[in-house]
């Protein structure tokens, strides 16, 4: 990853630099001009991770990470953190991003997180209707502790394809998420969020491979999304506040839920959560509460 550019990738770079030039309001970032490389088998996490600290402290009002049409990046685990000096910084993915198939690309990494984003505000995670993000979790699946417990080696935590963390005024849109190790998109201590026009498909059989799964956060949109997995295509976790869900067309999987909450016997608050014009087909349930018996009262 430390060798030259090509000089197409430096002409790339190039470009790019006398376009924000150009125009001061916005800046464009080609992972490729930072030494990504198509196919499914080469690691590109260096390249994107210079690309985004590159966009993430432009000088210009706005950046944009792109990964370009008719481009397959496999990227091992990675976050890309803020806050960053731009206002608002956009994850253009026009092309496939793919994680690495073996679950022994996670040695030593935290086994939770494959591509995640934290500490952003005005973050946009966009594509064009190709845009894909492929987990390829078989590999996950084949030793999950769910499906195989007597297996030597099982699992019990495997990754979020996308995980935003305590990041606030996001876009998800307009992306295709496919065989996520575990959930497909995970919200956790996130304001004002909205995803839309998404499409997350996994196998009805894959384990605990939720659509979307929202945890501690508040003010969030989901809506226009077709989601086919093998658990809920949406579901919430624990100080969940203020959420609408509509429009949304569901199954196979278990459905909406609401919950588990209250699953260490602790007191835990949900509010405001709004279930609307959904369509499920095939789905084990339609919208449920699920919950742990605790002491005291529960709200």
Not at 127 to 138: A, M, P
Not at 172 to 196: D, G, P, Y
Not at 264 to 292: C, H, L, M, P
Request: one cysteine or more; charged letters at 15%.
């Amino acid at each position: 990853m430390g060798a030259f550019p090509t000089p197409l990738a430096a002409f790339g770079l190039v470009y790019a630099i006398m376009f924000v030039k150009g125009f001061p309001e916005e800046a464009i970032f080609n992972v490729m001009s930072y030494g990504a490389v198509g196919g499914s088998n080469t690691d590109s996490s260096q390249a994107i991770s210079e690309a985004w600290k590159a966009a993430c402290n432009s000088k210009t009002k706005s950046s944009t990470v792109l990964i370009p049409k008719r481009q397959t990046v496999m990227v091992k685990p990675i976050l890309l953190s803020g806050p960053c000096r731009v206002k608002s910084i956009t994850f253009m993915i026009n092309g496939v991003i793919m994680a690495p198939t073996s679950p022994k690309e996670w040695a030593g990494t935290d086994k939770s997180l494959w591509l995640a984003f934290e500490g952003i505000s005005r973050l946009s995670i966009t594509g064009s209707s190709i845009g894909k993000i492929d987990g390829r979790g078989t590999g996950w699946w084949n030793q999950s502790c769910r499906d195989h417990p007597s297996l030597e080696g099982r699992t019990l935590i495997a990754p979020t394809a996308t995980k935003i963390i305590s990041c606030n005024d996001t876009n998800l849109s307009n992306l295709h998420f496919i065989n996520s190790s575990q959930a497909h998109v995970l919200l956790m201590e996130c304001r004002r969020t909205e995803i839309k026009n998404l499409v997350i498909t996994a196998p009805e059989s894959s384990p605990n491979t939720d659509g979307i799964h929202i945890h501690s956060s508040h003010n969030i949109i989901i809506k226009n999304t077709t989601i086919g997995t093998g658990d809920d295509c949406v579901s919430t976790g624990d100080y969940t506040s203020r959420v609408n869900i509509s429009h949304i067309k569901c199954g196979p999987g278990h459905g909406i839920s609401i919950g588990s909450l209250g699953k260490s016997g602790n007191f835990v608050q949900v509010e405001d959560i709004s279930v609307s014009n959904i369509y499920f087909k095939g789905t084990t349930n339609r919208a449920r509460i699920k919950t742990w018996q605790v002491n005291g009262n529960s709200k």
